[in-house]
């Protein structure tokens, strides 16, 4: 894929965060180094639009009393995702982040009551079953990110009744080794085992510099 010069750094910086065979504990380790350049790299709304597109279909899921619902955002990064919730009313949101680094920025912008520094089902900070009424992610999936049974985790800590949000680049659906024919059939299988029903599956434009991404969106039963 030819990129326009001007993205092309941006593709580069990111590609090697998700480049094949790397490590979660890799990974961590470089976005401690990316985290002071990440926000130019990945331009929110221009170069990245995941965030957008996550935060905005937790919106319309949750049409008000916004300030009352409990949001877990899941490799929150910098704070993207969190930015985008409390611009559209939402307040009690918590912050999961393994990288230090990220972490520290996304608390300087004063959006979560809680910061997480951990892995999905980590061990630093035991989340309750039941907690959330929403968990949501955009960029936590990909090579030496979140696995497969991390989905396991996004739904033992919602409530009944509420949401699960999944944004990630859909093209990783087909070349991540851990995803490959593995993701979506186990997102079936929870729903034929009831354990959660599908709300949507939308694919959506330019999820990351002219990358298509995919929305997940899941009701926990």
Known sequence: MELAAEYQVAYDNNYRAFKKGISSTESIQYYSTWCLGYEKDLSKGETYNGPIEAATAVGKLFPTDRE???????????GYVGEELRDIGFRKIDALEPSEGMLEIARSKGIYQNHILDILGGTNYIIENDYYDCSVVSGGMGEGHIPCTGILEMIRIVKPGGVVAIAMREEYLNYVEEYQNKLEPMMEKLEEAGIWEKIDRTVYENHFVGKTGVLFLYRVK
């Open 68 to 78: 009352n619902v409990k949001i877990l955002d899941i490799a929150a990064g910098t």
